[in-house]
Each structure stands twice: as structure tokens, then as C-alpha cells.
């Protein structure tokens, strides 16, 4: 199965490399223009071996930007909390599932993610599509549907490792491409996105 063989890849990563990977992501996401002109950007804890993000929500976060992160929801759909600072995550243990950090604040609701310019989503590969490749949960999947209800057009950006983006993914007819993916050698975007928060 293909995402089991990504994630055995995953598996091989040094902390070191992780670490080095995330600081590389990070100045690399902070280079798109989407994330340079966002008031609000739901994004997400990285966890194990995913490509870092703190260093990258602790810039939006110095800048200014309103930062959402996911809570998970006993069905799988997510709720967000805002963004406080490292010692505002609580690590929370979901069944037998790998224990994620989420913020510890105010619950906004699943709707919170409407006011975002920009959605950072993790994954576990990208096909020259934009069509990605999820961890099989869900969740985001939601999201997507939810961004789509209310009308609302936010960048969606995925951040993975240089290996991970591939010729062609397998697609269900309720996915939906993503705009760019950022990687630690670069930004490849799948759809123009020349659209200041206005």
C-alpha cells in the first residue's frame, strides 16, 4: 500500500534530519506570497517524522498572523484553537492512535477554518496534479468540504519532504487539488496564485 511505503521512508529519518528539513521548509513556506499577505493561517502540529512546522508557526505567529490549529474530534472532523506560543499545545493521546499537540485554549468550532487565507495541510505525497495523498483519516477531507460549502477560496498548501512529490497519486471523486507544496529545496504551485489578503 502506498501510504504505508511513505510512511516507512518517514521511518528512516534521523531526528537530525527532520530538524533540518523543517528549518529548510520553513524558509520556504514563509516565501510564498499566500502566507506573506495572510491575516489567519490554519496549519497543524507536525508529528514524528512528518516535515517539521513549528519553526514555521512560530514565525507566522511573530508576524503577526493569527495561527489555528486543529483540535481532533472523536468523529474525526477537527475544531481549531489559535496559536499561543510552544507551552500552549497540551499533548493529547487519541485512542491507540500517536498522541498529537494541540492548542489548549478556546475551542472556535469546525467553522473557524472559513476565515482562513491560507490552509496549510500535511500529507503524505503530492502527484504534478496537486492531487494529495492523506494519512486515510479524513479529517482534512472534511475540512475541504466545509472550505467549499461556505464559498470560502483560501491558498491550500501542503508541506511534505523533496521525495514525496510523484508522478501521480491514486484520487477519490471527492478530492480536491492543492494550490502549492512546499518542500525544503523549493515551492512547486499547481495553481497561480497572485492573491494579496485584501
Known sequence: MLRREFLTVRGRLTPGDVREAATALAGRALELPELAHARTVAAYVSVGSEPGTLALLDTLRARGVRVLLPVLLPDNDLD???????????????????????????????????????????????????MRLGRGGGSYDRVLARLERAGADPALVVLLYDAEVVGRVPEEPHDRPVHAVVTPSGVRRFRDAERGAG
Do not use: I
Not at 506560543?85 to 477554518?113: F, I, K, T, Y
Open 80 to 130: 481549531w484553537g489559535v496559536y499561543a506560543g510552544e507551552g500552549s499545545l497540551a499533548r493529547v493521546q487519541h485512542g491507540g492512535r500517536m498522541a498529537l499537540l494541540e492548542p489548549s485554549g478556546e475551542r472556535l468550532g469546525p467553522d473557524a477554518v472559513t476565515a482562513a487565507d491560507a490552509v496549510l495541510l500535511p500529507g503524505l505525497a503530492v502527484d504534478t496534479r496537486g
